[in-house]
């Protein structure tokens, strides 16, 4: 079977967080947004949140999966700011889940519930060792690499 990973990450902080759950919808990752807004950020102000540019990483999502007053404050505290299309590289939490597969899903696992205690573990575990997140990429190499992303000037 599949399942769906939500990664959470504080790379400045060292923080993690795993979840998983059967599929990923709009309300999963509505569930999960509320879950990061509410228990890991409770007096968190503003969060700003950097995903890939799939179709349920959206406001509206808490539109869907909340009543209009709980999605609209949970939507006020958070910014997404989305990666460039094929862009899902420059995503720091998709640093931490290439980590996650090599040292942990690189074996079939059995059961749901196995893969969230493997994967809970191994955040914990990065968490309590304050393994970092080394990116290493600059401005420079994103003016290059993204060039097509730049506006163009005439002279």
């Not at 939500?6 to 509320?34: G, H, I, K, N, Y």
């Not at 007096?43 to 209009?68: M, R, W």
């Not at 931490?96 to 079939?108: F, G, I, K, M």
């Not at 059961?111 to 970092?132: F, I, K, P, V």
């Amino acid at each position: 079977g599949t399942a769906a990973i939500f990664l959470f990450c504080q790379p400045l902080a060292a923080w993690r967080r795993t979840s998983v759950r059967p599929q990923r919808t709009m309300r999963d990752w509505a569930q999960e947004v509320r879950r990061l807004l509410e228990e890991d950020f409770p007096q968190v102000e503003k969060v700003i949140l950097v995903c890939d540019n799939l179709n349920t990483h959206k406001i509206g999502s808490l539109y869907e999966a909340f009543e209009p007053r709980l999605a609209r404050s949970l939507a006020t505290r958070l910014q997404i700011h989305h990666t460039p299309k094929h862009g899902s590289w420059l995503n720091i939490a998709e640093i931490e889940l290439s980590a996650l597969t090599r040292q942990c899903l690189h074996r079939p696992i059995d059961s749901l519930e196995l893969l969230a205690q493997q994967t809970q573990t191994w955040h914990e575990q990065r968490n309590s060792s304050q393994t970092g997140v080394d990116w290493q990429f600059t401005t420079q190499d994103a003016r290059i690499k993204l060039r097509h992303l730049y506006p163009q000037f005439q002279n």
